[in-house]
């Protein structure tokens, strides 16, 4: 079985940590965002997975060698001259996509994370005989995303997630064109597409509001499937993860819906919440984290406070007492005074 994974575009909505490696590199839970995808793909038997990209597919492809050992599946690259929509790339990717089994293959939007129940998906596909099934959910603001009309009730989204036929591929031209749009609106005419709710979680972390939220929900899940990723201890409060190599002091406070990367120093006294810390930070003594995100090899100093979707680039130095209300600070910067008000720190 087959899968595409649109990549697509340059991550500009998760800028500054976009400016080090392409979005779907972006560490969320301790592991790469499109990490989760190929896993779980692999997971119900996908052996080939197709990345639709548009920029950089050298840094993806030399990034995702080793998980191609590491999980034995195949991983290969798209790459579009100009941006193709959501429906241009499998036009592109006909070839790659198409064998003579018939089996139909997965289509992924790369940014979206749910607990990906493909299995329940293979077998409602199967159940209802059409050409094409879509993975809706239910959402907070609708009008954000693109309301799915079905015919028992509305106020669903289209969550990002097809199980297509081969024969879809005909209906595609090699052409900028929308899936959703173009191509959906004509199955459905048919009477051929269907919509699956999706069970559990869901949500589109391409920007950092939504990414923190959506590193809540994932924990959450894991607490209702009683994972034993989750740390436990008397410095923990609520849902964490905490990668075994990281090292934290005595004193701290850690939590709720916080994850720590590998190789990170937690100082002593320090307080997270609500933040994500990728690997090879330094946290100093007494710094209060909430509502970030902390850049890979940055440092916050001490008793330093970073909060309000402050967000740190790649090796970023916040100097000690400094505060950071919202800042959004680009790689390889020193920060030595406060930022008061949400600013881009160039």
């Known amino acids: 079985m087959k899968a595409?994974?649109?990549?697509g575009g340059f991550g500009t909505r998760l800028r500054p940590l976009t400016l080090s490696v392409p979005k779907p590199l972006v560490d969320f839970a301790n592991k790469p965002m499109i990490l989760h995808q190929i896993e779980a793909l692999k997971a119900i038997g996908v052996t080939e997975v197709v990345l639709a990209i548009n920029y950089q597919p050298e840094?993806?492809?030399?990034?995702?060698?080793?998980?191609?050992?590491?999980?034995?599946?195949?991983?290969?690259?798209?790459?579009?001259?100009?941006?193709?929509?959501?429906?241009?790339?499998?036009?592109?990717?006909?070839?790659?996509?198409?064998?003579?089994?018939?089996?139909p293959f997965f289509v992924l939007n790369s940014d979206v994370i749910s607990e990906y129940p493909l299995k329940q998906m293979i077998e409602f596909?199967?159940?209802?005989?059409?050409?094409?099934?879509?993975?809706?959910?239910?959402?907070?603001?609708?009008?954000?995303?693109?309301?799915?009309?079905?015919?028992?009730t509305s106020g669903k989204i289209n969550a990002g997630i097809y199980l297509l036929n081969p024969s879809v591929l005909d209906r595609i031209e090699l052409r900028p064109t929308s899936i959703e749009k173009e191509v959906f609106p004509k199955i459905a005419a048919e009477k051929k597409l269907?919509?699956?709710?999706?069970?559990?979680?869901?949500?589109?972390?391409?920007?950092?509001k939504d990414y923190v939220t959506g590193l809540r929900l994932y924990l959450d899940s894991l607490r209702k499937?009683?994972?034993?990723?989750?740390?436990?201890?008397?410095?923990?409060?609520?849902?964490?993860?905490?990668?075994?190599?990281?090292?934290?002091?005595?004193?701290?406070?850690?939590?709720?819906?916080?994850?720590?990367?590998?190789?990170?120093?937690?100082?002593?006294?320090?307080?997270?919440?609500?933040?994500?810390?990728?690997?090879?930070?330094?946290?100093?003594?007494?710094?209060?984290?909430?509502?970030?995100?902390?850049?890979?090899?940055?440092?916050?100093?001490?008793?330093?406070?970073?909060?309000?979707?402050?967000?740190l680039g790649e090796d970023v130095h916040v100097g000690d007492e400094v505060y950071s209300n919202g800042g959004v600070v680009l790689p390889h910067k020193e920060i030595k005074s406060s930022i008061l008000k949400p600013e881009i720190v160039m």
């Open 4 to 7: 595409l994974i649109l990549v």
């Open 59 to 103: 840094v993806m492809l030399n990034f995702l060698k080793e998980y191609e050992k590491k999980l034995e599946i195949k991983i290969t690259c798209s790459q579009e001259t100009e941006p193709l929509g959501t429906a241009g790339p499998l036009a592109l990717a006909r070839d790659k996509l198409i064998d003579d089994s018939g089996i």
């Open 125 to 152: 596909h199967k159940g209802h005989g059409g050409e094409a099934s879509i993975m809706v959910t239910k959402v907070d603001e609708p009008s954000k995303y693109g309301v799915v009309l079905m015919e028992e």
């Open 194 to 208: 269907f919509a699956m709710v999706l069970p559990g979680f869901w949500m589109d972390i391409g920007q950092p």
């Open 225 to 311: 499937m009683s994972s034993p990723k989750l740390a436990t201890g008397p410095h923990i409060v609520g849902n964490v993860l905490v990668d075994e190599s990281a090292v934290i002091g005595e004193g701290c406070l850690i939590g709720p819906d916080v994850a720590i990367g590998p190789g990170c120093i937690i100082d002593s006294g320090v307080r997270l919440s609500r933040c994500t810390v990728m690997r090879g930070v330094r946290i100093k003594k007494h710094a209060c984290i909430s509502s970030s995100i902390i850049g890979w090899h940055s440092t916050v100093g001490r008793w330093a406070r970073v909060e309000n979707m402050t967000i």
